[in-house]
């Protein structure tokens, strides 16, 4: 990345999550228990899948890629954090900020994305399950995941490149425990109206355009739901998606409030936002887990050989 814009400060200072040596200890321990349960699961889930052929059917194809996509995902942001935790210096380079950013773009918006096409996958198994094997083909998933990623990395590099024009003057505080666009506007001294009008119409197009195709999704999928005669059926049918309805919800609704509250670093501000980047990936491994008997059952078989070969 070339930074010469940004030669009048060289780093950003993050705020402290508390200035009691006591809470930040406890706040450690308690970000690195969750970030190694959440590193756990994802990759348990990634070789459970990659290994089990009961799983190699599209859904479970989506979710392996929504494992690696929530590792990423934390991984870009919790690490760091854990180090302001336990280090007395609260900062991070201009360069390591943009490239946190990037990658916060990246893994977030290609996660928007898959989830939008897990809900056309569950609106092809439930509103044309007789033809589900001949709409959602190997080529078919392999590109809408291709798709998603492409859509993410061009929506990424118009907003960063953007921003990596302007000029950072005194002001080195960012109000939060992580780098992100909106915290970087108040802090520089150039014009961010362009930048802040990118940011506003790409989270518009990418974050609402994804979010109405999973609406209509569910829409045909609820429509097909109700006019299922048997109630045992229609418990089914809605079982099948209440695990990524869950994960929609915590993943929208979270990140709608994190990105449209003010960058004040207010206690609020700062719940919401550990909610959306610390326990949203946690949760959406223990809801594609827990409550699938599928994947327990996989787990037991891993378990019961990896036993066995001892």
């Not at 010469?4 to 705020?15: A, C, D, P, R, V």
């Not at 007395?88 to 290609?110: D, W």
């Not at 915290?183 to 961010?192: A, G, Y």
């Not at 207010?266 to 909610?275: A, K």
Request: glycine share 6%; proline share 3%; with cysteine.
């Amino acid at each position: 990345m070339a930074l010469g814009n940004h030669s009048t400060i060289t780093e950003f200072i993050f705020l402290r999550l508390s200035a009691d040596p006591r809470v930040q200890a406890l706040l450690f321990v308690l970000f690195l228990v969750i970030y190694l349960l959440t590193l756990m699961g994802n990759l348990t889930m990634l070789l459970v899948i990659r290994t089990d052929s009961h799983f190699h059917t599209p859904m479970y194809f989506f979710l392996c890629h929504l494992s690696f996509l929530d590792l990423c995902y934390f991984s870009v942001t919790v690490p760091t954090l854990l180090e302001n935790l336990l280090c007395q210096s609260k900062t991070i380079s201009v360069g390591g900020c943009f490239a946190q950013v990037f990658f916060v773009f990246v893994t977030g918006g290609t996660e928007g994305c898959l989830l939008s096409v897990m809900a056309y996958d569950r609106y092809a198994a439930i509103c044309h399950s007789l033809h589900y094997g001949q709409i959602m083909t190997n080529q078919l998933c392999n590109s809408l995941v291709c798709g998603c990623w492409g859509l993410s990395f061009l929506d990424t590099f118009i907003n960063i490149l953007q921003a990596m024009s302007l000029d950072f003057c005194e002001d080195q505080s960012i109000p939060h425990y992580s780098c992100g666009l909106p915290s970087l506007f108040p802090l520089s001294c150039s014009d961010v109206s362009t930048s802040f009008t990118d940011l506003l119409c790409s989270s518009l197009v990418h974050g609402f355009g994804t979010y109405l195709l999973i609406i209509y999704s569910y829409a045909l999928i609820a429509s097909t739901i109700l006019s299922i005669s048997s109630s045992s059926g229609r418990g089914k049918a809605f079982y099948t998606c209440s695990s990524h309805l869950t994960a929609i919800l915590l993943f929208y609704y979270s990140g709608i409030l994190c990105y449209l509250m003010p960058t004040s670093g207010s206690p609020l501000e700062l719940i919401v936002s550990v909610q959306y980047s610390v326990v949203t990936p946690l949760v959406n491994t223990l809801i594609y887990s827990l409550r699938n008997n599928e994947v327990k059952a996989a787990l037991r078989r891993t378990f019961r050989k990896y036993l066995h070969y001892r």
